[in-house]
């Protein structure tokens, strides 16, 4: 079939050609993709606000060898309030690129597209930003298989308590006193930070406390148990991924997003 449908959100673009773009898309039914835009550099171009980073898309791709070119789509949701307002531009944008970083292409991942949806739709209805990059980071995290260790050592396995935690962004997550020197840089995080992010990844968008403010603590401690993750390696990342997806193919009632 040289026609392929599919739902996404507009990561970014870049020049292609004399008077074409390229456009990096996170897709609920393939994952990540690039798709060629065919007139998208031209003054007067008839795609309007369709390739702004953060525009849902309805999309109709052409498969013409190697590389896909978008023949129809219509605007879901423009998410213009997002990109209208700097406060909200920045973590809506740096969510984009977190998901565009983990993601390989054609790595589909529909339940990481509804959560990065509630998490625009979270920004939009005025949720603390600082919150909302939080719960989404650590939904992100326990989808993808990059869930941190907080109750056991993640070195040793033992179970870890107390109102102060040894956290390691390198080992994985706490440690106990006996590791606490072997995991690398260990961080002293108060426990009720590590609870926090327990409730935070099973809370909805919509349960999502309006007037609370995320915690810069936890802010602080996932950006770099981030970092640290993706530092270890492609193998690894690549490990996880393939478990992940032949989890999601064994499935019953796998919905036809594979097929
Ligand atoms: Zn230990």
Redesign the pocket.
């Known amino acids: 079939m040289p026609f392929v449908k599919a739902i996404g959100l507009v990561l970014r673009t870049q020049p292609w050609r004399e008077n074409d773009k390229l456009v990096f898309l996170f897709t609920r039914e393939r994952g990540r993709l690039l798709a060629g835009a065919r007139g998208g550099r031209r003054p007067q171009s008839h795609w309007g606000g369709a390739l702004e980073p953060l525009t849902e898309l309805d999309l109709l791709f052409y498969q013409k060898g190697d590389h896909l070119l978008i023949t129809q789509w219509q605007i879901l949701r423009s998410h213009c309030d997002l990109r209208a307002e700097m406060s909200l531009c920045g973590p809506a944008l740096y969510l984009v690129e977190l998901v565009g970083a983990l993601l390989h292409e054609e790595d589909p991942h529909p339940q990481l597209y509804e959560e990065l949806k509630g998490a625009l739709a979270a920004l939009s209805s005025r949720r603390s930003p600082t919150l909302v990059t939080n719960a989404f980071i650590l939904k992100m995290l326990s989808l993808i298989g990059y869930w941190p260790s907080l109750e056991k050592?993640?070195?040793?396995?033992?179970m870890?308590g107390g109102s102060l935690f040894y956290f390691s962004p390198p080992a994985g997550g706490v440690?106990?006193?006996?590791?606490?020197h072997?995991?690398g840089i260990a961080l002293t995080v108060p426990g009720e930070v590590l609870e926090q992010a327990r409730q935070l990844l099973q809370a909805s968008w919509e349960t999502l406390p309006s007037h609370a403010r995320g915690s810069e603590e936890l802010s602080d401690l996932l950006r770099l148990f981030l970092a640290a993750q993706l530092e270890k390696g492609h193998s690894a990342v690549q490990t996880f991924r393939a478990k992940m997806r032949q989890a999601e193919r064994s499935l019953p009632s796998s919905p036809s997003f594979w097929t």
């Open positions: 050592c993640a070195l040793c396995g033992r870890v440690l106990c006193p006996v590791c606490r072997l995991g």
